[in-house]
């Protein structure tokens, strides 16, 4: 016995199978979310004040950073264009890097 004298079965689909249709139209749309919250304030005007800590008779200001200008040496190439802030008490890289590892200097003001 090897399947060939068992019961025909149903018949299969016929032909290729046809073009798709076109898009239907959209759905309604569901039920409103509930809100979220707040988003942070935004908007406004940042002003670098550089060698200060406070902006005396400006009402409504608020001191967003502290620490220290840095940058690159004018000296070397490959640093970038702008200043970063640098903290006041920095977390130095434990010594002992390899040799072929390449890394740039930051200078602090």
Do not use: F, H, M
């Amino acid at each position: 016995r090897d399947g060939r004298d068992g019961l025909t079965g149903p018949a299969g689909r016929d032909g290729n199978n046809g073009e798709k249709g076109d898009k239907g139209e959209p759905g309604t749309p569901g039920k409103q979310g509930i809100q979220g919250p707040p988003g942070p304030r935004s908007g406004g005007a940042l002003y670098t004040r550089w060698g200060r800590t406070t902006c005396p008779g400006t009402p409504g200001t608020e001191l967003v950073y502290s620490g220290l200008a840095g940058g690159s040496s004018y000296t070397q190439s490959g640093g970038g264009a702008n200043y970063l802030c640098l903290p006041e008490t920095p977390e130095y890289l434990v010594s002992g890097l390899p040799s072929y590892i390449y890394y740039s200097y930051l200078y602090g003001a």
